[in-house]
């Protein structure tokens, strides 16, 4: 079972993937980490109790006008179907610009609070289960230093 690290300026949030929920988002994701995609980029939107989003190539440089718009170049589509498709605090879920048109952006989700019109939305593929107070310190333009995915 694969999990992830992702370190930041104010801590480190350890993942638990949904592998059986969201399996094709969860190989795109560790593919992105491991090759380094997600190092140095920031998040980019942060909305107070909803959520922490980052993933896009442009927020290297958060004065980029093209912040928030970018991905890698390709779209994969959402899984909504899986048991876990449940927006709660921690939960990484795909942003996206319509139904199967995601990418490289995802989020975190604060809280329960604003969160349920996402269910059945976007694709949630995994949840923060250690550093999970990182996720209410992060503002915008915090840096993802690196995502290390781990083999368990």
Do not use: W
Not at 79 to 91: F, M, R, S, T
């Amino acid at each position: 079972m694969k999990k992830a690290e992702i370190h930041t300026p104010k801590g480190v949030m350890k993942v638990d993937f949904y592998t059986e929920d969201a399996p094709n988002t969860v190989a795109n994701f560790i593919k992105l980490a491991e090759s380094g995609y997600y190092d140095g980029l920031a998040f980019h939107r942060v909305i107070p109790n909803f959520v922490i989003q980052g993933g896009c190539p442009f927020s290297k440089d958060m004065s980029d006008r093209r912040v928030g718009t970018g991905g890698p170049g390709y779209s994969i589509d959402c899984e909504l179907k899986g048991n876990n498709q449940y927006h709660d605090k921690g939960v990484l879920s795909m942003a996206h610009a319509g139904r199967n048109t995601g990418g490289s952006q995802f989020f975190i989700c604060h809280s329960r609070d604003n969160t349920s019109h996402l269910d059945g939305n976007h694709t949630c593929f995994g949840k923060v289960y250690e550093g999970v107070e990182v996720i209410d310190n992060i503002r915008q333009g915090d840096k993802i230093e690196k995502i290390v995915v781990i083999e368990e």
